[in-house]
């Protein structure tokens, strides 16, 4: 495990373990040092020197926190020959676009106009995912499994981005939501998504799989969070146009929220995950997932 510590990682070595591997992790060892006693830990960093994963072989390698070309190619590169399966997280975010609803793994990448950047930004973040995919397979060939996930949710997820309206919804009183309720959402629980990787790397699985969840109302979403918090709640749906015009950033100040006028995320939380779905990928529902996120957020400590 290139990183292991944090979100998607941390899932992701609850699984394995769970399952009986034996799992090495390869980190700085600053976040959540004190995790996982029985996996045998590599301090490094993955910018700098290598040398230390020298000598060894592993069945797979895990890389969830890979987003420079270069830093994801060196690994792969590094790796590339002590290992039988290349598993690298990407995004759905490497999609040129998301004019169209369905997009699929064979749809066009984004690109830069100079490939030679390495700041992210929102602008630069998928382009940059899809040239980091590029580094895996010129590095391992057959041997990679590319995975495209949407947004990612759940327990240990400190982003807010999707615990904001369960939270919102707990607190009870006059809830100010987007639109009219109609706009869909589309989200992955993390455990969902790290049990799919696990099974998926058993079984020898390669090439690119979009890995997103089932599409659901906006209204569903707080329907759910307020039958899950049981508090008295009232949604008032405002006008996008009301919003947009106040300064309300979507996304970021209002989590989940794009606008409907907006023509380049007509299908972002439309992606097809159906082959994915053929190699095992399977959901829980929404309520579990809420639920179990709401659990967690009673007892974090950030």
């Known amino acids: 495990m290139i990183g ?5 990682g941390r899932h992701l070595v609850d699984a394995l373990l769970a399952r009986g591997h034996d799992v090495t992790l390869f980190n700085r060892g600053q976040t959540n040092p004190e995790l996982f006693p029985k996996a045998e830990k590599i301090k490094g960093d993955r910018e700098g020197d290598l040398s230390s994963l020298d000598g060894r072989s592993w069945d797979a390698v895990i890389d969830t926190c890979g987003y420079v070309p270069r830093v994801v190619g060196a690994s792969a590169t590094a790796l590339g020959g002590s290992v039988g399966r290349y598993v690298f997280i990407s995004s759905v975010s490497a999609y040129s676009d998301f004019r169209h609803k369905g997009r699929r793994e064979e749809d066009a990448l984004a690109k830069l106009d100079d490939e030679s ?44 981005r999707f615990s904001y309206w369960p939270h919102r919804m707990a607190a009870g009183g006059h809830v100010l ?9 589309q989200v992955i629980d993390v455990r969902d998504l790290t049990e799919w990787i696990v099974l998926a790397s058993e079984r020898g699985v390669a090439g690119v799989f979009n890995a997103t969840g089932p599409t659901f109302s906006f209204a569903t979403l707080l ?26 950033e979507p996304w970021s100040e209002m989590p989940l929220w794009i606008p409907s006028s907006d023509p380049d995320s ?24 809420v639920k179990d996120t709401m659990g967690w957020m009673k007892q974090r400590d950030d």
């Open 223 to 248: 329907a759910v969070s307020g039958e899950v918090t049981r508090a008295p709640a009232e949604v008032e749906w405002v006008d996008e146009g009301f919003l947009l015009r106040e300064g309300v």
């Open 266 to 289: 007509v299908g972002f939380a439309a992606v097809d995950s159906g082959r994915a779905m053929e190699a095992g990928l399977r959901f829980r529902s929404i309520q579990e997932t």
């Open 177 to 185: 939501a987007p639109g009219d309720g109609r706009w869909p959402v």
């Open 117 to 160: 950047t390495e700041e992210i930004t929102g602008e630069t973040y998928g382009a940059l995912k899809a040239l980091a995919e590029n580094a895996v397979f010129d590095a391992v060939g057959d041997r990679a499994l590319i995975v495209r996930p949407g947004l990612i949710v759940g327990p240990h997820d400190h982003t807010d």
């Open 4 to 8: 292991g510590t944090r979100f998607v």
